[in-house]
């Protein structure tokens, strides 16, 4: 559900849409996000005969491990949540992965509803049921596929952000519009906050939902074109130390290193690659490589990465815009020859 002002809403759908709910539930979110919205969440739980328990964890990526998921299990124990209870992720993505691993892990799998904060988490990490927390090798190592009971977007909350946290978001924009919607790339140099903002998020909510619904688990290869930009985005945050950069902005020099290899590995015209190039800037995110982080350090953090199986790199690029496909022919060298050329 994608709409502005809907939050207050959220008891309410819950009960018409999920009636098999259990009365208790927990709102999982961080100490930012909490303040803000928290209230309006619980009264709306409240109000439909729910009995929400409020979980605060620290803001930011370090709340994405497994001491961080122990320490929300014990508070949901604590609240005597049971199987037939529900968890709220109310929060970015950081939330909504912690939230729903924890979900996925209690009792052996609870319900999750889903309410992101942030652009990156209505469009892409609240919506298809991967869920994760990191592990010192790596991000995301540790996780299940959990689906949401209900993902309900109000783009409203989108008016709080910081204008960092705000173009983040446009990195996981630009990857949909590479791999499944040129014409919405290419109208993203007219984009207006106040305007189009909830249509925005619903066509990619669209675009993520049609990806996912063809291959929810992964198998087939069509879910893994949303990993475009992420091989290198993944280790960037990992090489630089979880925090460093958003995950929207290690995601902004890994389309750039994507989009390199298209063109030398995948025929992409030089046109197109300067049209993803020319987005980025447009909301200033950098697809420069700091010199500080070394090729060598990004190579064996890619190495540790999901998307590196049997010695060979999953390396998702474009032919064309508006469309990706899994490459398996991408060498160690070709990518050094793209990290060299966003530095």
Same mark, same amino acid.
């Given at each position: ?10 008891? #309410? ?8 709910? !259990? ?54 124990? #604590? ?13 970015? @993505? ?33 919506? !298809? ?5 990191? $592990? ?40 949909? @519009? ?19 903002? &909830? #249509? ?15 291959? &929810?688990?992964?198998?087939? @290869? ?9 091989t290198l985005g993944h280790a960037i945050e990992a090489a630089a130390g979880y925090g460093r950069f958003t995950h929207g902005e290690a ?39 700091? $010199? ?52």
């Amino acid at each position: 559900m994608v709409g502005r002002g809907n939050l207050p809403d959220l008891g #309410a759908e819950l009960r018409a849409r999920l009636p098999a709910l !259990g009365q208790r539930c927990a709102i999982v979110t961080d100490e930012h996000v909490g303040p803000r919205f928290g209230s309006t969440v619980r009264e709306s739980l409240q109000g439909a005969g729910y009995d929400p328990a409020l979980v605060e964890v620290p803001a930011g990526e370090s709340s994405k491990s497994l001491s961080a998921a122990e320490r929300v299990c014990e508070q949901l124990i #604590a609240h005597g949540l049971d199987r037939r209870s529900f968890l709220v992720a109310l929060g970015g @993505g950081v939330t909504g992965d912690l939230a729903g691993f924890v979900a996925a892990i209690y009792h052996r799998g609870i319900p999750i509803v889903q309410v992101p904060t942030t652009i990156v988490a209505q469009v892409d990490s609240s919506v !298809g049921g991967k869920t994760a927390v990191n $592990a010192a090798g790596g991000k995301n190592l540790l996780g299940a596929f959990h689906p949401p009971a209900l993902v309900l977007a109000d783009v409203a909350t989108l008016d709080t952000l910081p204008e960092r946290q705000f173009r983040e978001g446009f990195a996981e924009i630009i990857k949909h @519009g590479v791999i499944a919607d040129r014409s919405m790339l290419e109208s993203l140099k007219h984009f207006d906050r106040k305007r189009d903002i &909830e #249509a925005l998020i619903r066509r990619n909510v669209e675009i993520k939902v049609n990806i996912v619904s063809e291959d &929810e688990f992964e198998t087939t @290869g069509g879910r893994a074109t949303l990993n475009f930009g992420h091989t290198l985005g993944h280790a960037i945050e990992a090489a630089a130390g979880y925090g460093r950069f958003t995950h929207g902005e290690a995601v902004a020099i890994g389309l750039a290193v994507a989009i390199h290899l298209s063109v030398a590995k995948a025929g992409l015209t030089g046109d197109e690659r300067d049209l993803v190039l020319s987005c980025l800037e447009h909301f200033q995110l950098s697809g420069r490589l700091p $010199a500080d982080l070394t090729t060598d350090a990004l190579l064996a953090a890619m190495r540790r990465d999901k998307k590196f199986e049997a010695g060979a790199i999953r390396f998702i690029l474009t032919r064309r815009l508006g469309s990706g496909f899994v490459a398996t022919d991408v060498t160690e060298p070709d990518i050094v020859r793209a990290i060299d050329a966003v530095r």
